[in-house]
């Protein structure tokens, strides 16, 4: 099975994954704003379309990615010197401004089943933090000279909904407590936050490092 990655590459990127998923943003405030407004379940279908934003997402970078390595390795290697530079800037914005979550408990119409989803899709689809997170952070666990860089890109990308959509989940059915706790306990996000910094400057210094031998 070509497509699998190495048992320390697939280790890394699950540890980097969770971290993710456990780190405030768009797509949590979203799931949790409407589990209070709406109730869990209309919450869980923002959880599928946040899904299925990454799983666009996914197939734009592995076929993109696997297309530009064809073409051109050297641009390869300059995009994961990007990428290895933007988790360096991400590090540094983690560190100077942090984490926020801030919800409110603001009574909404009733949105469908549909509604929810398509929410939850869009909010990732279009947000450009996502976009450019997804084309920096998947090329750090692949290689050039791969063969089947294009179905390790799709199984990381798949890898990456299969461990998010459970603890997107929790979130959801810990939405009250949840809310409340973050907003309370301003320590436990400032500890995410250097968790975060000190996780992706590891995985930038390793790609930046590897490129200068």
């Known amino acids: 099975m070509d497509f699998l990655p190495s048992l320390p590459?697939?280790?890394?990127?699950?540890?980097?994954?969770?971290?993710?998923?456990?780190?405030?943003?768009?797509?949590?405030?979203?799931?949790?704003?409407?589990?209070l407004a709406q109730g869990k379940k209309a919450a869980l279908f923002v959880v599928v379309g946040t899904s299925l934003g990454i799983v666009v997402h996914t197939m734009l970078v592995a076929f993109g990615i696997s297309a530009?390595?064809?073409a051109s390795p050297t641009s390869f290697l300059i995009l994961k010197t990007g990428g290895a530079a933007y988790l360096l800037w991400l590090a540094v914005q983690a560190i100077r401004f942090g984490s926020k979550l801030t919800v409110a408990k603001v009574e909404e119409q009733k949105g469908t089943a549909l509604s929810n989803i398509s929410s939850g899709f869009w909010v990732n689809l279009l947000n450009p933090k996502v976009i450019i997170f997804f084309m920096t952070f998947l090329p750090q666990f692949v290689s050039a000279g791969d063969p089947a860089v294009t179905q390790k890109l799709l199984f990381l990308g798949f890898c990456f909904i299969l461990i998010g959509m459970p603890v997107n989940a929790s979130v959801v059915f810990a939405a009250d407590w949840l809310a409340s706790w973050l907003q309370n306990n301003k320590k436990v996000l400032r500890g995410m936050d250097y968790t975060f910094a000190g996780v992706f400057s590891i995985f930038a210094a390793k790609i930046l490092l590897t490129q200068s031998r």
């Open 9 to 35: 590459t697939l280790l890394a990127f699950a540890a980097a994954t969770l971290l993710l998923a456990a780190t405030p943003g768009p797509d949590m405030t979203l799931s949790i704003s409407r589990a």
């Open 68 to 70: 530009l390595i064809t």
